[in-house]
């Protein structure tokens, strides 16, 4: 089992920062991804950014690349979100996942193939 705790959500006005960070404990894999995503009220859950551990590769969604940065902390097991340049739209709850994958191939971007979910930070935008 592997525990997820989102922590550093607030309030902040259009073109502030913000950086959410992840921390993880429990079991640990030697394959993995630590992914964020984001759920705006009556809106699907939606892929944010994610980073495959093993070699440090970085995936982003359209919407947030150039603005958002994934990074990560070996000792700590703690992956960090940079948020720049925040928009009203970008408003919602913010999720740390975590995917573990035993093969040579992974889906660093798909919602379902995630098995480990935190209890989501709010991060509100104000215009």
């Known amino acids: 089992q592997v525990h997820l705790v989102e922590s550093g959500g607030g309030l902040v006005q259009a073109g502030g920062s913000l950086r959410l960070s992840c921390a993880a404990s429990?079991?640990?894999?030697?394959?993995?991804?630590m992914g964020w995503f984001r759920q705006a009220p009556g809106k699907e859950r939606e892929f944010v950014a994610s980073?495959?551990?093993?070699?440090?590769?970085?995936y982003y969604s359209d919407s947030v690349k150039g603005r958002f940065t994934i990074s990560r902390d070996n000792a700590d097991a703690t992956v960090y979100l940079q948020m720049d340049s925040l928009k009203p739209q970008d408003t919602a709850v913010y999720y740390c996942a975590a995917q573990i994958y035993s093969g040579t191939t992974y889906t660093p971007m798909r919602r379902d193939r995630y098995n480990y979910w935190g209890q989501g930070t709010q991060v509100t935008v104000s215009s």
């Open positions: 980073l495959v551990w093993i070699n440090n590769f970085a």
């Open positions: 429990g079991r640990t894999y030697s394959k993995y991804i």
